[in-house]
């Protein structure tokens, strides 16, 4: 069970974004990255392709940062959170905030 998904609204700890908060765009699972919406934005140049109908020129777009350098956001202390995973009693597997022990997914 990933501690971190698709949806999930989480805050930047550490590198040139630190403090920004975003939302979580796509999750890399092979290689324990996350996009995350609005981070660690890159300039990139583009050759133009008149087939493809692509124009050239600079796009900035997101480019996935590491799992380890981002909390999940807990609104209750409007902070960034450690994230666990509580079974309950029926089988379910939850996630819950280490500081509050609230559920994630409520």
Do not use: C, W
Not at 19 to 43: F, H, Q, S, W, Y
Not at 53 to 77: D, R
């Amino acid at each position: 069970m990933n501690k971190i998904r698709k949806g999930d609204d989480v805050v930047v700890k550490v590198g040139k974004d630190s403090g920004k908060r975003g939302t979580v765009l796509r999750v890399l699972p092979e290689a324990d990255k996350l996009v995350v919406e609005n981070v660690n934005i890159v300039k990139k140049h583009t050759k133009p392709n008149p087939q493809a109908g692509v124009p050239g020129g600079i796009v900035e777009k997101e480019m996935p940062i590491h799992v380890s350098n981002v909390m999940l956001y807990n609104p209750q202390t409007k902070k960034g959170d450690r994230v666990g995973i509580k079974v309950l009693e029926d089988g379910r597997k939850v996630r819950v905030f280490k500081s509050t022990n609230e559920a994630v997914d409520a």
